[in-house]
Structures are given as C-alpha cells and as structure tokens.
C-alpha cells in the first residue's frame, strides 16, 4: 500500500459534484468492520462519509479540499485521524486516497486519546468557558453566574456551533489549557459580515473557500503573539477585494465569521432572496449570470421554467426580486426585472428544444378571463394534454396586462407575441364572450373551471359628486384609453384641459401619464401623504415628473361639483393635510388641517385609488367581505367542486406576477382533478449552472447600477414604449455586479456528530425511562416539533405516538428538575432558529397533533 499519496480528490455521492468524475473506479474497502465501497483516490475521509461512518474534522468540508493542506494551525486539526492496518502510526484520513483492500479502524484507545489532545490545542485559542459549564443550555452568555470574563465565553451561535459539537462528541479533558485573550480585531462596521477575529481558530476553511475554491484571494493567514488567524489582505472587505459570495462564512465552523443579513430562522430564504421572493420561484441567480455571459436565450429559457410571459414581466413585474436583492446592503440592487427584458427581446426560442406537450388527454378544462392568471393556467395545462378554451369579455387577450397597463409601458405586440405562445398549444380564446354561469361550461363537458376574471371593478371616491359625468374610476378610463374609445362617441369620457388624477400608486402614475398622451394640458396628481410614503415605484414617479405631470402632496378631495358657470365641466374642493402617527400600513395617517379647503376647476377626475373584482353570482362560489372570491392556497380550489380561481379575482388588485404565480398553483392542481400527475414543473435549460470559480475582479464591489436607455421626455407625445432598455454592454455590466448569493445556498453543510435520536415507534419508546425529563420530537430533517418536560419521559411519549404525521424521531434527557431544563432547551432553539418549535405552547400543540 502507498503510505504516501500526494493527491486525494474529496469525493461526495453527488455525480453533479465534479470531483465524482475525477475519481477513480470503485474499489472495496472496510471501514470499522464495514466493507463499502468508495472511488480509488477519493479521500478516506470523504468514503467514510459518503458511507455514513461519521470521523470528526473541523479543517475538511465536504465542498473544499482538506485545508491542512494548505498548513491549517501547521498541521490541521488532526481530529480525523485512524488507524490503517499495515500502516504504523495513524494517518489524517483527509490526505489519504483510498486503496483496494483497506482495512480503517476510526476509533481506538489511541485515536480518541490523540483527538482529546488536540482539541485542547485548538480550544486553547478559542473561548471555551461555556462548553464546560453546567448551565450552559440557555444561557444567554450576556450574564454569567461564574462570573467569567465576557472574552473568555462563548459567542452567540453556541447553540448551533460546529466547533461546540464536535467538542462534545471527542470530549474535552481536564488539560484544555484556559482561554487566553490577544485582543485580535472585531469588525462589525462593514457590509454584511460580522468578524471577530478572536473566535478564529486557524481552520483555513474560510482561505481554501476565497483564495481556492472561489479564486477572488482577498484572504491570508496572519499571526499575532505567536497566534495564528485569517484576516483580509487589506483593512477593509472593499479594499481587499471581496465579492460578497459568502463562502468564507458558510463554511466557518465558529462564529468568527458572521452574516447579519440573514435570517437565522429563514436562512435559505435569506440567503437568496431574490429567488425566494419571487411568487413564480424563477431561478433569478441563474438568468441574471446568464444575461452577463451574453447569453439572451439560455436566460430566457430559465425564466420560461416558471412562466410564460418574460417580455411582459420584463417590463411590467413589480419585481419583488429588485427590492429582496442582497447587493442593496453594498450599494444598489441588481436591475433584475430590466435584464429579463433585455433576454427576452433577444431571444432565439433555444427553450423550445426541451418544452414538452403531453400526448391529448381526452379531458377538458374552461378558463374565465384571458388575463395574466388565466393565460399561464391555460399554457400549462395545454402542456399538460388537455384541451383548454378560454373566455374572455373583452376583444383581445392580456387582461390587466393589456388593459390595465399602458402600452408605452407594455406594448401590444410584446403582448400579442406571448399570447400567441399559449395559442400555438392549441388553446382555443373565444373573445367577446362573457360567462355568466359556471354550470353551462360543466354541461359542455368542460370539467374543470378556472376563474381569473381579474378585478375590474374601480373604487369610487366616496365623498359628494363622485357619480358625476367625467368622474371615472382607474380601470374604466384605461380600458377606454387601451380600446381606442376616448374622443368617440362610444364613451362618455372627455379629457379636456385639466385632468385631476386621486391616488400615489402605480396605477395613478399609469393614468396620469396617459392622460398626456391623451391631450390634457395640466394633470394634477394629488396624494394625500408625501413622497416619502407614496407606493408608486421611483421610475414611475420620475416618469410623470419629466412628462409634465404635476405631483401635488398633502392634499386631498373633499367634494366634486359639476360647473355650470366656469369654462372647466366640473369643481373639486381640496383640503390641505398633515402627517399624524402611523397607521395599520406603517404610514404617518393624514390629518385635515382645519380652514384649509380651497376649490379648482378641472374637466376630468380619475379615481385610482383601488379596484374590486366584479361580482358574478352565477359562478355559485364564496366571497369574502370585499368581494374576492375565496380558495385553497394550496390548490386555488373554490368552495364550488371542480372551480378554481386566481388572480385578482382572488387577490384584490395585485401584480402580473402574483397571478401568474397562482395560475401555476391552479394548473397543477386542474391537472391532478383531471388525472394528471399534478407535476407542471419544467427544466428548459438543464445543462447550465453558475461557476463556483467567481475570480478575483478589481473594483467589482465599487460598481454602482446601470440604468437602462429612455427615450427623451420631449418624444413622449405617444403610446411608444418609454423605456428602450439596456444596451448590450450595459446589460452585461449590470448582470456581472450580481453577487452571486445561489453559490452560497449549494454549499453543503458540514458532517456533524450523530444525534442521540430514534424513530418515534412502539418498541422504540417502550424502551425509553420512566424517569423525569425532556423528550423532543423531531421532523423528517430533524428539526425539533416539541420540547415537552414531563415526570415520566415513557408515558409522555406513548401519549405522542400516531398524533402527528409530521413527528418521525425523538430524542430523551434526563433531568429531575424538568421544567427549568425545558425552558433552557426552548431558549436555546430560539437563539438558533429565531422562532419556538412548532408544538411549543397549548394552542400549538393542538394543532400540531
């Protein structure tokens, strides 16, 4: 056997890992008496794990290789050491390639002895106080009973720290050597991460991951007072170069390294918020990196796995990714939504190689409304086989989308093109044809119904004169606008000199922009708060600004006249406001300011102040108070069998968005009623995915937003798209300042020390003590349901048995004063977690069980 590979390949069962590929062929070994089988030349360390033969390690990780490699603390941690018949001594299982024929013993009188040494060594240099106190389980390590100095204690993670648990499980004797502070640096004045230099303990995880693995190098191992730590190469993350990617402090075994960005009780969530914010869940990462190569289509194609609609929501999405994006804690978000644009107006259909339609089904389903929710819930269940018909009141497909946002914003052959899309399925829209009854669709032989009939309904003003000629409501003045009907007999709507637009949202912006464009000379649009608290998006606000609009704040309307003497059709009477307390929204209440009205004349007055959707008590479903029909999260599944609903029929006045996302929800249950498998997910580009290789990029975190080409406020006398934009070069720029957060999530969490826990059954909890104590019950993850202490741990768990699918593994201590030791326990989760376990609390466990 060769004692002296110089080459291991850290080797996971994953085949998407690439060092899968790079191993050799499978050899048999035997590991603990175990014979397994493992890739020749992969590292012993990772066989073993890969097995589920658990070897502690705090320099390996299961995406790096080993950092003693690299002459982490001179020669590693050597926690991972065994034993190899035929071999003297004992070897560092990270560094040594597996060979045929193996025989690994992994613990020994020996090995933990040697393991205890060096874990000494290293806690040594880290304050470790805590790890030996009695009280240590929720304890707040801002106070402490033994009167230890703060810099000796435990930080903040203790509850979930790596370095603590593998303490635990090698033991840590009575010669650990006390902490002595150095006073190292700690940094807590710079975006995103927290560093405390003091709780290094010159694992070198964190430089293999940067310098390595990432290949951005703004890492290096420093040494103070004969200590050695890794710090950055310059004083600041900025000056050293750092990108922001979050792998030094994924793989960080203590709390030397910390993000306060995130959410500990979310942190998947958190650590890509962009995508999870996303109410389609689209792979924005993936796109975003993918507009930075260059390459349109292949984006378009990941956008395409979640919607059908990128050129609309590339121009129209609220873009709830934008607001989410992490590079806002460094400058400025990432232009998400306007690199969806940019992708899809360039792109070459190379997501068609690998849509799929599903052979006719034979099973028919009915959509009500051609809108964003009906529309995405047709193309999936096109895709899906069955034969979908869609109804629409209106002439022309789109819905809101159509006549709800102005074509300068969304023009109607980006429209027509992705509708189009949804026809080549063959889905049949019946346009001018409105539906009445829910029942004559089932007694066509439809057997399903969707209703996405949106929310066409306009709010009225509620004060006196509101019902008056040339007072309209949002939807209807749009839908006029889109049709073509403004100036013709087929309305009653005038536009004249002055238009007067109520309302600080986006679609106040829409209509007063419009109304431009429509001839009127002055539009007021009146807010009764300030800028500060207006809803509507800074680009539509600077839109009206450089179109003439007059934006006028702390005012609101008090009454509407018609004006029978003055030149304009109608009177509005303003009162001046002022900002009280908060209200319900978070935002300072407007307060009239008493003497304060005053009147204006003006010719036309548009509520846009919220939209309801309309009621159609021939569709037989529930509603709730303010007429929007109520579902099934889960499914959109009405209160009527058969009937599902989305959209802002469901949701009150939404975003494109949101509707789309819930037509999804409803495609994949229709497809499930219709006896489908339920499953509309899609992979259009499956061979694509981010390179851990970021490189190091000078002046990459220095790199302020691009902003995407308009055109001049001079030529916007018309419905032509506004917004024109990025140019190529701008777009890739403005992609590459993506930080990449998706990296981050991929990385795999380090192998822990097994758990105590067994499956929650009959003969398992038989064999559990009488004693007093506190059982938990965990999830299929292993993550605590219920932290219960009780006087008998047996008969508390048998209570629990086949009361809750959800509870699959427990876990027992003993502990005499029960009570107190569940508190320590529950607080000790919510130090970790951010939240009480599920079951904690009467009320909960009702309904948990």
Same mark, same amino acid.
């Given at each position: 056997? &060769?004692? *002296?590979?110089?080459?291991?390949i850290?080797?996971?069962? *994953?085949?998407?890992?690439?060092?899968?590929?790079?191993?050799?062929?499978?050899?048999?070994?035997?590991?603990?008496?175990?014979?397994i089988?493992?890739?020749?030349?992969?590292?012993?360390?990772?066989?073993?794990?890969?097995?589920?033969?658990?070897?502690?390690?705090?320099c390996?990780?299961?995406?790096?290789?080993p950092?003693?490699?690299?002459?982490?603390?001179?020669?590693?941690? @050597?926690?991972?050491?065994?034993?190899?018949?035929?071999?003297?001594?004992?070897?560092?299982?990270?560094?040594?390639?597996?060979?045929?024929?193996?025989?690994?013993?992994?613990?020994?009188?020996?090995?933990?002895?040697?393991?205890?040494?060096?874990?000494?060594?290293?806690?040594?240099?880290?304050p470790?106080? +805590?790890?030996?106190?009695?009280?240590?389980?929720?304890?707040?390590?801002?106070?402490?009973?033994?009167?230890?100095?703060?810099?000796?204690?435990?930080?903040?993670?203790?509850?979930?720290?790596?370095?603590?648990?593998?303490?635990?499980?090698?033991?840590?004797?009575?010669?650990?050597?006390?902490?002595?502070?150095?006073?190292?640096?700690?940094?807590?004045?710079?975006?995103?991460? $927290?560093?405390?230099?003091?709780?290094?303990?010159?694992?070198?995880? %964190?430089?293999?991951? +940067?310098?390595?693995?990432?290949?951005?190098? %703004?890492?290096?191992v420093?040494?103070?007072?004969?200590?050695?730590?890794?710090?950055?190469?310059?004083?600041?993350?900025?000056?050293?170069? %750092?990108?922001? +990617?979050?792998?030094?402090?994924?793989?960080?075994?203590?709390?030397?390294?910390?993000?306060?960005?995130?959410d500990?009780?979310?942190?998947?969530?958190?650590?890509?918020? %962009?995508?999870?914010? +996303?109410?389609?869940?689209?792979?924005?990462? #993936?796109?975003?990196?993918?507009?930075?190569?260059?390459?349109?289509?292949?984006?378009?194609a990941?956008?395409?796995?979640?919607?059908?609609?990128?050129?609309i929501?590339?121009?129209?999405?609220?873009?709830?990714?934008?607001?989410?994006?992490?590079?806002?804690?460094?400058?400025?978000?990432?232009?998400?939504?306007?690199?969806? #644009?940019?992708?899809?107006?360039?792109?070459?259909?190379?997501? #068609?190689?690998?849509?799929?339609?599903?052979?006719?089904?034979?099973?028919?389903?009915?959509?009500?409304?051609?809108?964003?929710?009906?529309?995405?819930?047709?193309?999936?269940?096109?895709? =899906?086989?069955?034969?979908?018909?869609?109804?629409?009141?209106l002439?022309?497909?789109?819905g809101?989308?159509?006549?709800?946002?102005?074509?300068y914003?969304?023009?109607?052959?980006?429209?027509?093109?992705?509708?189009?899309?949804?026809?080549?399925?063959?889905?049949?829209?019946?346009? /001018?044809?409105?539906?009445?009854?829910?029942?004559?669709?089932?007694?066509?032989?439809?057997?399903?119904?969707?209703?996405?009939?949106?929310?066409?309904?306009?709010?009225?003003?509620?004060?006196?004169?509101?019902?008056l000629?040339?007072?309209?409501?949002?939807?209807?003045?749009?839908?006029?606008?889109?049709?073509?009907?403004?100036?013709?007999?087929?309305?009653?709507?005038?536009?004249? =000199?002055?238009?007067?637009?109520?309302?600080?949202?986006?679609?106040?912006?829409? @209509?007063?922009r419009?109304?431009?464009?429509?001839?009127?000379?002055?539009?007021?649009?009146?807010?009764?708060?300030?800028?500060?608290?207006?809803?509507?998006?800074?680009?539509?606000?600077?839109?009206c600004e450089?179109?003439?609009?007059?934006?006028?704040?702390?005012?609101?309307?008090?009454?509407?006249?018609?004006?029978?003497?003055?030149?304009?059709?109608?009177?509005?009477?303003?009162?001046?406001?002022?900002?009280g307390?908060?209200?319900?929204?978070?935002?300072?209440?407007?307060?009239?300011?008493?003497?304060?009205e005053?009147?204006?004349?003006?010719?036309?007055?548009?509520?846009?102040?919220?939209?309801?959707?309309?009621?159609? !008590?021939?569709?037989?479903?529930?509603? @709730?108070? =303010?007429?929007?029909?109520?579902?099934?999260?889960?499914?959109?599944?009405?209160?009527?069998?058969?009937?599902?609903?989305?959209?802002?029929?469901?949701?009150?006045?939404?975003?494109?968005?949101?509707?789309?996302?819930?037509?999804?929800?409803?495609?994949a249950?229709?497809?499930?009623?219709l006896?489908?498998?339920?499953?509309?997910? !899609?992979?259009?580009?499956?061979?694509?995915?981010?390179?851990?290789?970021?490189?190091?990029?000078?002046?990459? &975190?220095?790199?302020? #937003?691009?902003?995407?080409?308009?055109?001049?406020?001079?030529?916007?006398?018309?419905? $032509?798209?506004?917004?024109?934009?990025?140019?190529?070069?701008?777009?890739?720029?403005?992609?590459?300042?993506?930080?990449?957060? /998706?990296?981050?999530?991929?990385?795999?969490?380090?192998?822990?020390?097994?758990?105590?826990?067994?499956?929650?059954?009959?003969? @398992?909890?038989a064999?559990?003590? !009488?004693?007093?104590?506190?059982?938990?019950?965990?999830?299929?993850?292993?993550?605590?349901?219920?932290?219960?202490?009780?006087?008998?741990?047996?008969?508390?768990?048998?209570?629990?048995?086949?009361?809750?699918?959800?509870?699959?593994?427990?876990?027992?201590?003993?502990?005499?004063?029960?009570?107190q030791?569940?508190?320590?326990?529950?607080?000790?989760?919510?130090?970790?977690?951010?939240?009480?376990?599920?079951?904690?609390?009467?009320? !909960?466990?009702?309904?948990?069980?």
């Amino acid at each position: 056997m &060769n004692a *002296s590979v110089q080459t291991v390949i850290w080797w996971k069962t *994953s085949s998407s890992s690439p060092s899968a590929t790079e191993a050799g062929p499978l050899v048999k070994l035997t590991i603990d008496g175990r014979n397994i089988e493992a890739p020749e030349g992969a590292s012993l360390l990772s066989a073993a794990s890969a097995a589920g033969i658990y070897i502690p390690s705090l320099c390996a990780h299961p995406d790096l290789p080993p950092s003693c490699q690299r002459g982490a603390g001179d020669s590693g941690c @050597n926690l991972c050491v065994v034993e190899i018949a035929g071999t003297s001594g004992m070897r560092t299982s990270c560094s040594v390639a597996v060979e045929a024929d193996m025989n690994v013993t992994t613990q020994s009188p020996a090995i933990d002895k040697l393991r205890k040494e060096r874990i000494a060594k290293t806690l040594g240099t880290h304050p470790h106080v +805590c790890l030996t106190c009695p009280q240590r389980e929720g304890c707040s390590r801002t106070t402490c009973s033994f009167g230890n100095p703060v810099e000796t204690r435990c930080c903040s993670i203790f509850s979930n720290c790596e370095l603590r648990k593998v303490s635990d499980y090698v033991g840590i004797p009575a010669t650990t050597p006390p902490y002595k502070s150095i006073q190292l640096p700690v940094i807590k004045n710079e975006p995103f991460y $927290d560093r405390d230099y003091n709780l290094c303990i010159d694992c070198r995880r %964190c430089l293999v991951a +940067c310098n390595d693995v990432r290949g951005v190098g %703004c890492l290096e191992v420093k040494e103070t007072e004969g200590r050695k730590w890794v710090g950055t190469i310059a004083a600041t993350l900025i000056e050293s170069g %750092c990108k922001f +990617c979050s792998a030094c402090v994924t793989v960080c075994p203590t709390g030397a390294l910390m993000d306060r960005t995130l959410d500990v009780a979310h942190k998947e969530e958190s650590q890509v918020p %962009c995508k999870h914010t +996303c109410p389609a869940g689209i792979d924005v990462p #993936r796109y975003v990196q993918l507009v930075g190569l260059g390459k349109y289509s292949e984006a378009v194609a990941v956008v395409r796995e979640k919607l059908p609609f990128p050129g609309i929501l590339g121009r129209a999405c609220f873009s709830p990714c934008e607001s989410a994006c992490r590079r806002k804690h460094l400058d400025e978000p990432i232009s998400i939504r306007s690199l969806k #644009r940019i992708a899809a107006d360039n792109d070459t259909g190379l997501w #068609r190689q690998y849509s799929k339609q599903l052979p006719p089904t034979g099973k028919k389903a009915a959509i009500i409304g051609a809108g964003p929710a009906g529309l995405t819930a047709a193309y999936y269940l096109a895709k =899906k086989g069955h034969a979908v018909t869609v109804f629409d009141a209106l002439p022309a497909a789109g819905g809101m989308a159509r006549y709800g946002i102005p074509s300068y914003r969304v023009p109607l052959d980006v429209i027509d093109s992705e509708v189009a899309e949804v026809t080549k399925l063959g889905v049949d829209i019946r346009y /001018n044809t409105r539906i009445e009854k829910v029942d004559a669709l089932f007694a066509e032989g439809h057997e399903a119904v969707f209703i996405g009939i949106g929310a066409q309904g306009g709010d009225k003003l509620g004060l006196p004169g509101d019902n008056l000629p040339n007072v309209v409501d949002s939807p209807t003045f749009l839908r006029a606008a889109t049709l073509g009907l403004i100036g013709t007999p087929d309305t009653d709507i005038v536009i004249g =000199k002055r238009v007067a637009v109520i309302g600080g949202g986006n679609v106040a912006t829409d @209509n007063a922009r419009s109304a431009r464009r429509l001839g009127a000379e002055v539009v007021d649009m009146v807010y009764r708060r300030t800028r500060e608290e207006m809803p509507a998006r800074d680009d539509e606000v600077l839109g009206c600004e450089e179109e003439g609009v007059n934006l006028r704040f702390l005012l609101a309307p008090k009454k509407i006249e018609l004006n029978e003497s003055g030149s304009s059709r109608l009177k509005i009477t303003y009162a001046k406001m002022e900002l009280g307390e908060p209200d319900a929204t978070g935002r300072r209440r407007p307060m009239e300011i008493a003497g304060s009205e005053f009147t204006e004349d003006v010719d036309l007055i548009i509520a846009a102040i919220g939209q309801y959707p309309k009621k159609y !008590e021939g569709f037989g479903v529930l509603t @709730n108070d =303010k007429g929007r029909i109520t579902v099934r999260a889960d499914s959109m599944l009405t209160s009527k069998p058969g009937v599902y609903a989305g959209g802002d029929c469901v949701l009150g006045p939404s975003t494109l968005i949101d509707s789309v996302a819930q037509g999804r929800i409803a495609a994949a249950a229709i497809d499930s009623q219709l006896g489908g498998d339920g499953d509309i997910e !899609e992979k259009l580009l499956p061979d694509w995915d981010s390179d851990p290789h970021i490189g190091r990029d000078e002046g990459f &975190n220095q790199v302020k #937003r691009f902003h995407p080409v308009f055109i001049d406020p001079a030529q916007r006398h018309n419905w $032509d798209e506004v917004e024109l934009g990025f140019t190529a070069e701008t777009a890739q720029a403005e992609a590459l300042r993506c930080l990449k957060c /998706n990296l981050a999530a991929k990385i795999e969490d380090m192998v822990l020390p097994p758990e105590s826990w067994l499956e929650l059954s009959d003969d @398992n909890v038989a064999g559990v003590t !009488e004693d007093s104590g506190v059982y938990q019950l965990l999830d299929a993850d292993k993550k605590a349901l219920v932290i219960k202490g009780v006087e008998n741990l047996r008969e508390g768990l048998q209570g629990m048995i086949g009361k809750s699918d959800e509870a699959k593994y427990f876990i027992v201590e003993l502990a005499p004063f029960f009570s107190q030791r569940e508190n320590q326990l529950v607080q000790a989760y919510m130090e970790q977690y951010g939240s009480m376990p599920k079951g904690v609390g009467a009320d !909960e466990m009702d309904d948990l069980f």
